[in-house]
């Protein structure tokens, strides 16, 4: 063994030996290439490196404007003057940026960020002192000049939203990259220092469409790279990002949100047959502007404290009960695994008990006997108590979701949530509890654990209205064509299901009669009132009388929510609207739907009046 | 022959450990530092100060995979290689794409690349392979294909991410393994005529466009003058008008004007060429020779196969990677992305060089600890 050994490690020493000396032979090799490099050559290369100093310059591309469905430019570019110093040209600070302050005021804060900039950075990187100047400030800055070594004012692009508050959620804003995004990105574009990239929103996800191509220029630099003189030939052209078009119609979304003034909530309007979203609101909203510029910690703080939460997407990212909203995805269930027939009747006292639980109708004194149609009609909470007792919510989970409930959607923007349709399978997974009768009674009615966003429940009225495809939201126009799925919900029940909301709207006794359909002559409504409620009633409450919701706090006031399409005969438009704590009854909701829906089709021609037969 | 084993004592392997190593390594980091300042326009805090700190943390690492038993690597010889194989795999399929490559796999807080850690576990696995193998049988189909396998499984992985650097690397580290090992010159000579035919149709048809557009580039560096060749042709005026004595510590004007990109990573031996010029080079080098030359002198007084196996493969290593850095700096060799060792800048690196030469002081501490012979795989 240890002679086995041996024998081994003489052979190893011998190969290592030969390994040695070509390893001293590539040494030898590299170190005569330096020598040629740095001795034989040196004066060639000293040459190249002292007169001949090109660099290239990145050329910034203009970023591509975002419009809307008309070419309306809802995000474009603007001159944005800036001031910068380059502090190798500096001899004093403090004396440069009073002489800076007597035009332009410089704060202790300010000050402190570009002493800090000053020593992070290389001597020759220039140091932003202020941006979005005033041309009056930067033309008189640009006059003293002489006499403010090492300051020099700049003229860039910068990301202008003219349409102030009504898209913040749509478009998001643009912003300095960050660590990651220059880690991910090699492109010299990312690192100059006006570059900014979407943050979020449609600047985002359109990026890369919108961000242009960096175009170069060869220039001569001096020995301490200041640029001296810049050729025009070989010079490649930036290249100007493309522009993004949105299915929005500004116009709307700007009427939506005056319709809401104060209140909050979302709103959507969409076509129900390409499913072209013309409106998706989400109220109240920000001055994304200010993020631009960068927003001030007491603005921050003013958003972020505003109990309306204007920052977050309600529209497409808010989960609110759907409440009776959702009595459409029941009946069309019970109808599809013929549970009923619409001609059975259900006879509402105002409450059913199960086990030691009452669950209570809206009306207190109950509907009486009601068939299925009458049901949806008047909203009657007890007749669907009952026939999902006989259904189950593992029924209505498909048909809900074929409706595009529990479902995100790939309209091009994040901060969308899938919302929750409920059933068994969903609660154990979830929550890890069986599920209950009761849970099935609150899911009836659209309270308990479902949850649904504004967007969702657009795209299931739209789905209702349009009978046969699975009609897909679309926010970015892309130029594909819509082939949408079939639906596969059997189209005599969903026009039984529209029959019944047009009665809603249209006939006496209809939840929504008395809001007067869209108010214009001949086009009809087809919809569904809904209140969402936000907090539990307790016995003794309802025994000493339940508060009128203009009693309550806000906070716990109910949602009002209000879906609908119209016109009745001819689907065009789809709407959902949901006014956060508006209040018992759909009115708020039910309000604003007429007043979007109804200036949606007579606008532009759409539907003009005098069209319009009867 | 009777040196004494090392005492299991923290204090008796302190004292039994070889210094000149570490010492060496540390003076060779410090240069890191001066270059990176430099490199850097004279900044602390864009790299300098981080690199000080890796050093640092990077020393006590090695110090600490020094003392630990070398029966402990070679227990773990075979499972670290499998957990990188295993790693490289879920690469493929869970990794995280940077600049086009998926080379990187996303532990929340860090992110780490498998190739990086098969660098070590394969020469690890390769000297446990021969340890255990009879010398009778290296030249034998079984001696060839299982250490064929060893090499090549992680270089098809690390080619297809795509990184080809790497991916060299490693196999020519492999393939100096197997010659140590005293492998046939028949052989030799075989795979190097099957080499000579199968490179031009790799080149052809086994790269992507940017490995070609790179190798291209390198052999008429005019091509493209903004863009590829540009790293060359600048990196070549740094060096060449640094001249004989350089221009002096921070004065390099290629280097702080930005003209050679990446000048604290991977074109870090410009600053060092430009600023300290021809003799500023050599000594570098000299340095590098010196580590170079002590790992083998450890090699040799080790008498068992595992531990000489290791320092030699690890030191293949961490030679091939200032070989290739040098070339492609020098204009010898296309750009390929490898990291000068403990000069470039760059946490991953400074972690693997590191405990790389903490098992090349570890295989040497305990040179004369006895290690069962064939009790590996397949034998």
């Known amino acids: 063994m240890a002679k086995k050994n041996d024998n081994d490690t003489v052979d190893i020493g011998r190969r290592s030996a030969m390994l040695a000396v070509g390893g001293l032979g590539v040494f030898g090799v590299l170190a005569t290439r330096l020598y040629y490099l740095q001795v034989v050559e040196a004066e060639n290369y000293k040459a190249l490196s002292d007169q001949n100093r090109f660099n290239f310059n990145i050329v910034m591309p203009e970023r591509g404007r975002i419009v809307d469905r008309y070419g309306e430019p809802i995000a474009t570019n603007k001159q944005d003057f800036r001031l910068v110093i380059v502090p190798e040209r500096v001899k004093n600070f403090d004396q440069t940026l009073n002489r800076i302050s007597k035009i332009l005021p410089i704060d202790q804060t300010t000050r402190k960020r570009i002493k800090t900039d000053i020593r992070k950075n290389p001597k020759f990187v220039p140091v932003l002192v202020d941006e979005h100047l005033d041309w009056s400030v930067f033309s008189a800055l640009s006059m003293k000049l002489p006499d403010i070594p090492g300051a020099i004012p700049l003229a860039g692009q910068g990301r202008d939203y003219p349409h102030i508050g009504i898209f913040s959620h749509i478009l998001g804003y643009v912003g300095k990259p960050n660590e990651e995004a220059l880690e991910n990105e090699p492109d010299a574009l990312l690192r100059q220092p006006s570059f900014r990239m979407g943050k979020t929103g449609v600047e985002q996800s359109m990026d890369k469409v919108l961000r242009g191509t960096a175009g170069r220029q060869k220039v001569e630099v001096n020995a301490l790279g200041r640029t001296v003189r810049e050729w025009d030939d070989g010079k490649i052209e930036a290249k100007r990002g493309d522009d993004v078009w949105l299915t929005i119609d500004t116009e709307m979304q700007a009427f939506t949100a005056e319709q809401f003034g104060e209140e909050s909530g979302g709103a959507v309007i969409i076509d129900v047959m390409t499913g072209e979203l013309r409106t998706l609101l989400s109220m109240p909203t920000f001055d994304n502007n200010l993020w631009v510029s960068g927003l001030t910690s007491a603005e921050m703080k003013r958003l972020n404290s505003d109990p309306k939460r204007p920052q977050y997407n309600k529209v497409i990212g808010g989960g609110y009960p759907p409440a009776s909203t959702f009595k459409m995805a029941v009946m069309l269930a019970a109808l599809e695994h013929k549970i009923v027939k619409p001609t059975d009747k259900v006879f509402c006292t105002g409450k059913t008990r199960l086990g030691n639980r009452t669950f209570h109708c809206w009306k207190r004194r109950g509907h009486g006997l009601m068939d299925m149609h009458d049901a949806l009609q008047n909203s009657c909470d007890t007749y669907f108590y009952e026939i999902i007792q006989r259904l189950g919510m593992d029924k209505v989970r498909p048909i809900a979701e074929a409706l595009g409930l529990g479902q995100t959607f790939d309209i091009g923007i994040g901060g969308q949530i899938s919302g929750v349709v409920p059933d068994a399978e969903w609660k154990s997974r979830k929550l890890g509890q069986a599920w209950r009768m009761g849970d099935s009674l609150n899911a009836a009615i659209g309270q308990g654990f479902v949850l649904a966003t504004p967007l969702q429940l657009a795209v299931m009225t739209a789905r209702l209205a349009n009978v046969n495809q699975a009609v897909m939201p679309k926010l970015i126009v892309d130029g594909k064509s819509n082939d949408f799925a079939e639906l596969g919900i059997n189209p005599d029940h969903i026009r039984f299901v529209q029959e019944a909301m047009y009665s809603v709207c249209e006939r006496p006794g209809g939840t929504a009669y008395r809001y007067n359909g869209l108010g214009i002559a001949g086009v009809k409504l087809a919809g569904k009132t809904g209140t969402g409620q936000v907090r539990g009633i307790s016995k003794e409450e309802r025994l000493s009388g339940v508060l009128k919701n203009q009693k309550l706090p806000w906070k716990l006031r109910d949602h009002s929510v209000f879906v609908g399409f119209a016109p009745y005969e001819n689907p065009r438009f789809a709407s959902a609207v949901i006014v956060e704590h508006g209040g018992s009854g759909a009115k708020l909701a039910a309000n604003i739907t007429r007043a979007i829906l109804g200036k949606a089709l007579t606008k532009d021609g759409v539907l003009p009046r005098d069209q319009i037969r009867n | ?379």
């Not at chain 2, 004592?9 to 410090?30: A, T, Y």
């Not at chain 2, 028949?186 to 466009?209: D, Q």
């Open chain 2, 1 to 379: 022959m009777a040196v004494a084993t090392p005492s299991n004592s923290i204090q008796g392997k302190l004292f039994e450990l070889n210094w000149l190593l570490p010492m060496l390594i540390f003076l060779v980091g410090c240069i890191g530092v001066i270059v990176i300042y430099s490199a850097t326009g004279g900044v602390w805090d864009l790299g300098a100060s981080r690199h000080l700190l890796r050093l640092f943390v990077g020393m006590g690492f090695l110090l600490v995979v020094a003392m630990t038993n070398i029966r402990v690597w070679m227990a773990l010889a075979y499972p670290a290689y499998l957990i990188a194989l295993a790693l490289l795999i879920g690469v493929e399929f869970f990794g995280v794409s940077v600049n086009g490559s998926q080379r990187w796999i996303d532990l929340g807080i860090t992110r780490m690349q498998p190739s990086e850690f098969m660098k070590m576990a394969m020469v690890l696995a390769l000297a446990r392979f021969y340890h255990d193998l009879p010398q009778w049988r290296v030249s034998k189909p079984v001696g060839i294909i299982v250490a064929a396998g060893i090499i090549f499984i992680p270089v098809i992985l690390i080619i297809n991410q795509p990184d080809l650097g790497t991916s060299l690397l490693l196999m020519a580290t492999g393939i100096v393994i197997i010659f140590l090992a005293g492998i046939n010159w028949r052989i030799i000579l075989t795979a190097c005529i099957a080499a000579a035919i199968a490179i031009p149709l790799f080149f052809m048809y086994g790269l992507k466009e940017y490995q070609r557009s790179r190798v291209l580039t390198f052999l008429d560096p005019e091509r493209d003058p903004t863009g590829a060749s540009y790293h060359i042709i600048q990196s070549k005026i740094a060096l060449g008008s640094g001249g004989v004595n350089g221009k002096g510590f921070l004065q390099g004007s290629q280097a702080s004007l930005n003209y050679v990109p990446e000048n604290r990573t991977d074109f870090v031996f410009t600053v060092i060429g430009e600023e300290f010029g021809l003799i500023g080079g050599l000594g570098t080098m000299s340095l590098y020779i010196l580590i170079i030359a002590v790992c083998f002198w450890l090699a040799n007084q080790c008498r068992t196969l595992f531990p000489r196996m290791l320092i030699l493969g690890l030191t293949t290593t961490f030679t091939l990677y200032i070989f290739i850095n040098l070339a492609m700096v020098m204009g010898l060799a296309p750009v390929v992305g490898v990291p000068l060792p403990l000069i470039s800048y760059g946490g991953t690196v400074m972690f693997t060089v590191m405990a790389g030469f903490g098992m090349i002081l570890s295989a040497h501490l305990h040179r004369e600890t006895k290690l069962p012979r064939g009790s590996g795989l397949l034998l």
